[in-house]
Nanobody
Framework: QVQLVESGGGSVQAGGSLSVSCAASGWTWRYNCMGWFRQAPGKEREGVAGIDTGGASTYYADSVKGRFTISQDNAKNTVYLQMNSLKPEDTAMYYC???????????????WGQGAQVTVSS
């Protein structure tokens, strides 16, 4: 099994920055990419960013492109999401997930973190 533990997040005013981390342990060979998702109350879950943990290719949702950066430290089995120029609409619970890289994106997510709250006030 793979365990994903998130940390970071918090509260910030609009225009500020926050980061979230996702540390993986266990059978890390069972995935080759990580994705970040978010879900706000009453809204559907949204894919935010993803990274190919083997090749470091990345992708972003249009809503966060240019403001968020996904990165990784393979030695620590940890993926990060740096969030800059935050907006109130970025407020959500952020989840990481481990999956398989196919066709330029991360999918087939089998393992999920517990979530980290990000709140952006206006």
């Amino acid at each position: 099994q793979v365990q994903l533990v998130e940390s970071g997040g918090g509260s910030v005013q609009a225009g500020g920055s926050l980061s979230v981390s996702c540390a993986a342990s266990g059978w890390t060979w069972r995935y080759n990419c990580m994705g970040w998702f978010r879900q706000a109350p009453g809204k559907e879950r949204e894919g935010v960013a993803g990274i190919d943990t083997g090749g470091a290719s990345t992708y972003y949702a249009d809503s966060v492109k240019g403001r968020f950066t996904i990165s990784q430290d393979n030695a620590k089995n940890t993926v990060y999401l740096q969030m800059n120029s935050l907006k109130p609409e970025d407020t959500a619970m952020y989840y990481c997930a481990a999956g398989l890289w196919t066709g330029g994106s991360c999918g087939s997510f089998r393992y999920w973190g517990q979530g980290a709250q990000v709140t952006v006030s206006s």
